[in-house]
């Protein structure tokens, strides 16, 4: 881009912000008005608003940078209720960006991918109407500045979300079922809407408690804008206006509520059953963009906003990452269902972004915004081929799909192995870099010479405990590719009535490697080369950390 093209973004970037989440929406409320518009149509328009999305993202990245200046690069500031001082505050800075464009990229994915492979109840334009409300409110969540707007934001996708799992989920019961004791999993609309009302009373919940903690502290300091607390926490070691206790109270609401969304254990158990039912795209969305708005939440709004607060309850919200991530890791090791292991590893993985946060170390805030993207990444392609592979062989038992899938399916069955292998940390792929800066943060958080770090003597044996599970997830991903994807294939188990299960065969077909090969293309890229990443979210993350150390009385 020439310098006057430049110049010419750079000035219309601020109202890039507010047609990024206008388009989407809009769209959504578009496609929902034309009833008469067919399957085929309602899917190729989605992809068409999700592609100028996209565009209007990278446009409004362009025109913010150079990230490496004070304050974000691109914002709106506008009076929205005057009433109530509520501002139309967007921004575009170093922590946004990376969540802006992989949101859009997932979006776009996940409406391409309905053109050619269509959810089983059918209804294609409801589903991508719902697909684009959870995109639109997503990238609001993650450019809003005012606390009463992030909050709105964060609401929108609940209900375009419950649609998604209630009416478009896959109601087959989960494959391999033999439990004595146990009650069976319900099957058919049932299930749907079991797992659809589990996630809106979880996250409804958590959004409450949050909404608690964001009025405490706007009552308390006269002011909902996030940038001005920042500031005033920056320029006063007694933070926004609020007193220590009073930090601590407004931080457990605020970091209880986020921490459903995160899912931090143990509030995590909405998520494996919303995962499973959900189809293909939604549970790309869920582990790829829902998943993030909490974690986000954490560090654009707990730990600015109320550092003495986060710092306080650091120690618990590293161990509770760490359970999870050793937890999740032990529950995938015995799963025999492919699409539920992978959504139990979303809480071992989202454990790391935990543990990274709570450092407040600059390496360890670097990691977790690292793993925050490389999970949307290597979760949404392994999602994406367990769709596929569920779908040929009617069942996501393990069993089931292997063994041989490298020899009977070799693209799906490559596909498989790089996304577990970027899963379980590779080096070399982007999965890797987010887990190791996450355990270093927690090491160097718990040295004498911590710095802003806040986890104490805790911090080291936790990095160990933290990389103890990195080796539990090689063990079980490593399963599942001795289960699945080596070994000589051979004729399916009979189930039910001893009649085998009809397995409609066929390799990834060119619209599905369409589909997951950026994907691909973004883990190894990532993974060769972090500093792409990491340069654009350093300078954010040493101003989050020069707040946090002029609130605790330290030296940045």
Not at 25 to 49: F, H, K
Not at 391 to 401: E, M, N, Q, V
Not at 433 to 456: D, F
Request: proline share 7%.
């Amino acid at each position: 881009m020439n310098a006057a093209g430049g110049s010419l973004v750079a000035a219309h970037a601020g109202w890039l912000l507010s047609a990024l989440l206008v388009v989407p929406l809009a769209g959504s409320l578009a496609l929902l008005a034309l009833r008469q518009v067919g399957a085929d149509l309602a899917a190729r328009i989605a992809t068409g608003i999700t592609l100028l999305t996209l565009a209007l993202a990278v446009a409004a990245g362009a025109g913010a940078a150079p990230y490496d200046r004070p304050g974000p690069g691109a914002q709106v500031d506008a009076v929205w209720i005057p009433a109530l001082g509520v501002h139309w505050h967007l921004a575009l800075d170093g922590l946004s960006l990376p969540l802006v464009l992989l949101t859009a990229l997932l979006g776009l994915l996940v409406c391409w991918h309905v053109v050619r492979v269509r959810p089983v109840p059918g209804r294609v334009r409801g589903l991508v109407a719902c697909f684009l409300a959870v995109e639109g409110g997503a990238i609001a969540t993650f450019l809003a500045r005012d606390l009463l707007l992030f909050f709105v934001a964060f609401e929108v996708v609940l209900i375009p979300m419950w649609f998604v799992v209630a009416f478009w989920g896959d109601d087959r019961q989960r494959s391999g079922y033999a439990s004595p004791v146990a009650a069976p999993p319900p099957i058919g609309e049932r299930a749907r809407r079991d797992a659809a009302n589990r996630f809106v009373l979880f996250t409804a919940l958590g959004s409450a408690v949050m909404l608690l903690g964001l009025l405490f502290v706007a009552l308390r300091t006269g002011t909902t804008d996030i940038d001005v607390l920042a500031a005033r926490a920056a320029g006063a070691g007694g933070g926004p206006g609020l007193s220590g206790t009073e930090q601590t109270v407004a931080a457990a609401l605020i970091v209880g509520g986020l921490a459903v969304k995160v899912p931090m254990f143990p509030l995590h158990t909405w998520l494996p059953p919303a995962h499973t039912i959900a189809p293909t795209g939604g549970s790309v969305l869920l582990a790829g963009v829902l998943l993030k708005m909490g974690s986000y939440g954490l560090v654009r709004v707990a730990v600015p906003v109320v550092p003495d607060g986060v710092r306080a309850l650091a120690p618990v919200l590293a161990a509770l990452g760490v359970v999870g991530i050793l937890w999740g890791g032990l529950a995938c090791y015995v799963e025999r269902d492919l699409k539920r292991l992978v959504a139990f590893s979303s809480v071992a993985h989202m454990g790391f972004v935990l543990l990274g946060i709570a450092s407040l170390t600059a390496v360890g805030l670097q990691g977790a915004l690292f793993a925050n993207v490389a999970h949307g990444l290597v979760t949404g392609l392994l999602f994406l081929v367990v769709g596929a592979l569920k779908d040929r062989h009617h069942s996501a038992d393990l069993t089931a799909i292997g063994p041989g899938l490298r020899d009977r399916l070799p693209r799906l069955g490559w596909l498989l192995a790089f996304g577990a292998l970027a899963a379980l940390g590779l080096p070399g792929l982007a999965g890797f870099w987010g887990e190791l800066l996450s355990i270093a943060g927690a090491w160097q958080s718990g040295s004498t010479a911590g710095g802003a770090g806040a986890l104490g003597a805790l911090g080291r044996p936790l990095a160990v405990l933290a990389a103890i599970g990195t080796a539990v997830a090689a063990t079980y991903m490593l399963r599942v590719l001795r289960l699945v994807w080596q070994g000589p294939a051979r004729a399916p188990t009979p189930v039910g009535d001893g009649v085998p299960p009809p397995v409609t065969m066929g390799d990834a077909t060119p619209h599905e490697l369409s589909v997951t090969g950026p994907l691909v293309l973004a883990t190894g890229v990532l993974g060769i080369l972090p500093w792409l990443l990491l340069d654009v979210t350093g300078p954010a993350v040493r101003s989050l950390l020069a707040v946090v150390a002029s609130a605790v009385g330290a030296a940045p």
